[in-house]
C-alpha cells in the first residue's frame, strides 16, 4: 500500500509564495518508476490539474492557469515531489492534492490514485 501525505499548506496574501511538500512511503513502492500529479479542488468544483512531473522528475506540465508561477520538482532520492507557488492570487485558493499517475489522460483526475489527504491554500486579497 501506498500513501502519499501533502504538507505546505497554509494562508498567504495576494503575490506571496508557498512550497507544498508530496511524500510517498510503502513497502512495495519505487517512487524512481512513478509519475506524479497535482491537483486541487474548491469548494463547490471539481478537481482541477495543476502540474503533473514524470517519473525521473525530467518532463513538467502544467495547466495554462498556473503555468509561469508554480514549478513542479521530483526528488526521487526523498520520496518527495515539490510545488513551488508563487505570485499567489486569490482564486488559487483550494486544498491541493497528489496523486499517483496510474493511465489515460495526464490531466484527469481519475488517471491518478493513491490521493493524500490534502493541504490547504488560502490566498487572502
Known amino acids: 500500500q501506498v500513501q502519499l501525505v501533502e504538507s505546505g499548506g497554509g494562508l498567504v496574501q495576494a503575490g506571496g509564495s508557498l512550497r507544498l511538500s508530496c511524500v510517498a512511503s510503502?513497502?512495495?513502492?519505487?517512487?524512481?518508476?512513478?509519475?506524479v500529479g497535482w491537483f486541487r479542488q474548491a469548494p463547490g468544483k471539481e478537481r482541477e490539474f495543476i502540474a503533473r512531473?514524470?517519473?525521473?522528475?525530467?518532463?513538467?506540465n502544467y495547466a495554462d492557469s498556473v503555468k509561469g508561477r508554480f514549478a513542479i520538482s521530483k526528488v526521487n532520492a526523498k520520496n518527495t515531489v515539490y510545488l513551488q507557488m508563487n505570485n499567489l492570487k486569490p482564486e488559487d485558493t483550494a486544498v491541493y492534492y497528489c496523486?499517483?499517475?496510474?493511465?489515460?489522460?495526464?490531466?484527469?483526475?481519475?488517471?491518478?490514485?493513491?490521493w493524500g489527504q490534502g493541504t490547504q491554500v488560502t490566498v487572502s486579497s
Open positions: 496523486g499517483l499517475y496510474v493511465k489515460g489522460s495526464i490531466w484527469a483526475s481519475s488517471g491518478y490514485n493513491n
Open positions: 512531473v514524470s517519473a525521473s522528475g525530467a518532463i513538467p
Open positions: 510503502g513497502r512495495t513502492f519505487t517512487f524512481s518508476s512513478e509519475a
